[in-house]
Protein backbone atom coordinates (compact mmCIF):
# COMPACT_ATOMS: atom_id res chain seq x y z
CA UNK A 1 0.00 0.00 0.00
CA UNK A 2 1.32 3.35 -0.85
CA UNK A 3 2.05 5.62 1.76
CA UNK A 4 0.05 9.07 2.17
CA UNK A 5 2.60 11.15 1.38
CA UNK A 6 3.19 8.82 -1.98
CA UNK A 7 -0.15 9.43 -3.12
CA UNK A 8 -0.27 13.36 -2.61
CA UNK A 9 2.98 13.77 -4.67
CA UNK A 10 1.72 11.35 -7.47
CA UNK A 11 -2.06 13.36 -7.38
CA UNK A 12 0.07 16.66 -7.43
CA UNK A 13 2.45 15.79 -10.43
CA UNK A 14 -0.78 13.98 -11.77
CA UNK A 15 -2.58 17.61 -11.74
CA UNK A 16 0.72 19.65 -12.87
CA UNK A 17 0.55 17.42 -16.06
CA UNK A 18 -2.95 17.99 -16.67
CA UNK A 19 -2.34 21.72 -16.13
CA UNK A 20 0.87 22.03 -18.60
CA UNK A 21 -1.20 20.20 -21.06
CA UNK A 22 -4.10 22.42 -20.91
CA UNK A 23 -1.68 25.48 -21.36
CA UNK A 24 -0.46 23.82 -24.66
CA UNK A 25 -3.48 23.36 -26.31
CA UNK A 26 -4.89 26.11 -25.16
CA UNK A 27 -6.70 25.46 -22.44
CA UNK A 28 -7.37 29.05 -21.65
CA UNK A 29 -10.22 30.42 -23.55
CA UNK A 30 -9.48 33.81 -25.75
CA UNK A 31 -11.11 36.66 -24.72
CA UNK A 32 -13.50 38.25 -27.47
CA UNK A 33 -14.09 42.00 -28.57
CA UNK A 34 -16.20 44.39 -30.67
CA UNK A 35 -15.66 47.34 -31.60
CA UNK A 36 -17.64 50.17 -29.69
CA UNK A 37 -21.45 50.87 -31.20
CA UNK A 38 -22.19 54.76 -32.75
CA UNK A 39 -24.39 56.42 -31.30
CA UNK A 40 -28.14 56.03 -32.87
CA UNK A 41 -29.11 58.77 -35.00
CA UNK A 42 -31.41 60.93 -33.09
CA UNK A 43 -34.25 60.61 -36.62
CA UNK A 44 -35.83 57.87 -37.79
CA UNK A 45 -33.89 57.58 -41.43
CA UNK A 46 -36.08 58.68 -44.55
CA UNK A 47 -37.04 55.23 -46.23
CA UNK A 48 -37.73 57.26 -49.54
CA UNK A 49 -34.59 59.49 -49.30
CA UNK A 50 -33.76 60.92 -52.92
CA UNK A 51 -29.97 60.32 -51.49
CA UNK A 52 -28.80 56.90 -51.11
CA UNK A 53 -25.23 56.31 -50.12
CA UNK A 54 -23.99 52.40 -50.50
CA UNK A 55 -21.22 50.96 -48.39
CA UNK A 56 -19.07 48.56 -50.53
CA UNK A 57 -17.81 45.47 -49.10
CA UNK A 58 -14.14 46.66 -47.20
CA UNK A 59 -10.93 45.28 -48.36
CA UNK A 60 -8.28 44.45 -45.50
CA UNK A 61 -4.73 43.68 -45.72
CA UNK A 62 -4.57 40.24 -45.89
CA UNK A 63 -2.51 39.92 -42.44
CA UNK A 64 -5.55 42.19 -40.38
CA UNK A 65 -8.22 39.09 -41.59
CA UNK A 66 -8.04 37.22 -39.24
CA UNK A 67 -9.28 36.51 -35.97
CA UNK A 68 -6.56 37.93 -33.57
CA UNK A 69 -6.30 41.59 -32.86
CA UNK A 70 -3.01 42.75 -34.35
CA UNK A 71 -0.16 44.67 -32.82
CA UNK A 72 2.74 45.80 -34.77
CA UNK A 73 6.04 45.33 -32.40
CA UNK A 74 8.00 47.27 -33.80
CA UNK A 75 9.00 49.00 -37.31
CA UNK A 76 8.24 45.50 -39.50
CA UNK A 77 7.38 43.17 -37.05
CA UNK A 78 3.37 41.94 -36.80
CA UNK A 79 1.81 39.97 -33.92
CA UNK A 80 -1.34 38.32 -33.87
CA UNK A 81 -2.69 38.36 -30.40
CA UNK A 82 -4.29 34.36 -29.72
CA UNK A 83 -5.37 35.19 -26.08
CA UNK A 84 -7.96 38.52 -27.42
CA UNK A 85 -9.80 37.40 -30.95
CA UNK A 86 -12.10 39.70 -32.32
CA UNK A 87 -15.62 38.78 -31.74
CA UNK A 88 -16.85 38.51 -35.37
CA UNK A 89 -14.11 39.23 -38.49
CA UNK A 90 -13.07 42.81 -38.30
CA UNK A 91 -14.83 43.70 -42.29
CA UNK A 92 -18.15 43.12 -40.99
CA UNK A 93 -17.58 45.18 -37.56
CA UNK A 94 -15.91 48.09 -39.45
CA UNK A 95 -18.86 47.41 -42.47
CA UNK A 96 -21.51 48.09 -40.02
CA UNK A 97 -19.69 51.10 -37.45
CA UNK A 98 -19.35 53.11 -40.54
CA UNK A 99 -22.46 52.28 -41.55
CA UNK A 100 -24.11 53.53 -38.12
CA UNK A 101 -21.81 56.30 -37.73
CA UNK A 102 -22.20 58.19 -40.85
CA UNK A 103 -26.30 57.35 -40.75
CA UNK A 104 -25.52 60.01 -37.20
CA UNK A 105 -23.64 62.07 -39.50
CA UNK A 106 -25.75 63.00 -42.16
CA UNK A 107 -29.56 63.28 -41.32
CA UNK A 108 -30.51 63.45 -45.02
CA UNK A 109 -29.04 60.25 -46.15
CA UNK A 110 -30.48 56.95 -46.12
CA UNK A 111 -26.98 54.69 -45.42
CA UNK A 112 -26.67 51.25 -46.43
CA UNK A 113 -24.62 48.44 -46.64
CA UNK A 114 -23.99 46.74 -50.25
CA UNK A 115 -26.53 43.79 -50.13
CA UNK A 116 -29.24 45.90 -48.65
CA UNK A 117 -30.38 46.87 -51.86
CA UNK A 118 -31.68 45.71 -55.24
CA UNK A 119 -31.04 49.04 -57.34
CA UNK A 120 -28.90 49.05 -59.98
CA UNK A 121 -28.62 52.65 -60.04
CA UNK A 122 -26.56 53.32 -56.87
CA UNK A 123 -26.39 57.77 -56.74
CA UNK A 124 -22.98 57.14 -54.39
CA UNK A 125 -20.69 54.35 -53.68
CA UNK A 126 -18.02 54.42 -50.69
CA UNK A 127 -15.04 51.60 -51.10
CA UNK A 128 -12.95 51.31 -48.61
CA UNK A 129 -9.89 49.52 -48.11
CA UNK A 130 -8.22 49.54 -44.66
CA UNK A 131 -4.43 48.84 -44.63
CA UNK A 132 -3.61 49.36 -40.82
CA UNK A 133 -6.09 48.57 -38.11
CA UNK A 134 -3.79 47.83 -34.78
CA UNK A 135 -2.29 48.73 -31.81
CA UNK A 136 1.53 49.85 -31.92
CA UNK A 137 4.17 49.91 -29.96
CA UNK A 138 4.55 53.56 -29.12
CA UNK A 139 1.09 52.96 -27.28
CA UNK A 140 -0.58 54.33 -30.37
CA UNK A 141 -4.05 52.60 -31.83
CA UNK A 142 -3.22 53.09 -36.02
CA UNK A 143 -5.97 52.73 -38.81
CA UNK A 144 -4.50 53.96 -42.43
CA UNK A 145 -5.79 53.48 -46.02
CA UNK A 146 -7.66 55.20 -48.83
CA UNK A 147 -11.52 55.45 -49.62
CA UNK A 148 -13.00 55.69 -52.95
CA UNK A 149 -16.44 57.70 -53.71
CA UNK A 150 -17.88 56.50 -56.78
CA UNK A 151 -21.52 57.79 -58.40
CA UNK A 152 -24.10 56.57 -60.30
CA UNK A 153 -22.08 55.85 -63.69
CA UNK A 154 -19.09 54.35 -61.72
CA UNK A 155 -17.24 57.46 -62.35
CA UNK A 156 -14.32 57.83 -59.37
CA UNK A 157 -15.79 61.71 -57.38
CA UNK A 158 -12.91 61.04 -54.67
CA UNK A 159 -10.25 58.69 -53.97
CA UNK A 160 -8.92 59.84 -50.66
CA UNK A 161 -5.94 58.39 -48.25
CA UNK A 162 -6.31 58.79 -44.31
CA UNK A 163 -4.44 57.97 -41.34
CA UNK A 164 -5.57 58.35 -37.95
CA UNK A 165 -3.54 57.54 -34.21
CA UNK A 166 -5.41 57.31 -31.19
CA UNK A 167 -3.40 57.14 -27.89
CA UNK A 168 -3.84 54.50 -25.78
CA UNK A 169 -5.77 55.35 -22.18
CA UNK A 170 -4.19 52.88 -20.41
CA UNK A 171 -2.08 49.32 -21.06
CA UNK A 172 -4.46 46.28 -22.79
CA UNK A 173 -6.22 45.05 -25.09
CA UNK A 174 -9.65 46.63 -24.01
CA UNK A 175 -7.76 49.96 -24.12
CA UNK A 176 -6.65 49.21 -27.76
CA UNK A 177 -9.78 48.10 -28.90
CA UNK A 178 -11.50 51.63 -27.34
CA UNK A 179 -8.34 53.75 -29.36
CA UNK A 180 -9.70 51.81 -32.21
CA UNK A 181 -12.94 52.54 -31.67
CA UNK A 182 -12.20 56.15 -32.15
CA UNK A 183 -10.28 56.41 -34.57
CA UNK A 184 -12.87 55.01 -36.68
CA UNK A 185 -15.12 57.47 -34.97
CA UNK A 186 -12.76 60.23 -36.60
CA UNK A 187 -12.76 58.56 -40.13
CA UNK A 188 -16.38 58.53 -40.44
CA UNK A 189 -16.14 62.76 -39.02
CA UNK A 190 -14.00 62.84 -42.48
CA UNK A 191 -15.72 60.96 -44.54
CA UNK A 192 -19.34 62.58 -43.56
CA UNK A 193 -17.27 66.21 -44.37
CA UNK A 194 -16.50 64.50 -47.55
CA UNK A 195 -19.43 63.28 -48.81
CA UNK A 196 -21.34 66.99 -47.64
CA UNK A 197 -18.92 68.57 -50.31
CA UNK A 198 -20.06 66.68 -53.11
CA UNK A 199 -23.54 67.92 -52.72
Known amino acids: MMPSRGLTALLAASLAALWLSGCATGGT ?7 PDAPIADATPDVSADRLLVIRPIRLARYLDV ?40 PGTRVILDGDTTRSDTPLALRLEVNRFQGRHDGMAVAEGRWQL ?9 LTPFSLTTPLETDGYPALVQALGQDLDRLADRLASAIKRLR
Request: no cysteine; charged share 25%; net charge negative.
Open 67 to 106: EGIVFQLDDITIQQAQGHQWAEPLGRQLERGLRDRLAARL
Open 150 to 158: RNADGELLS
Open 29 to 35: PPTHYTL
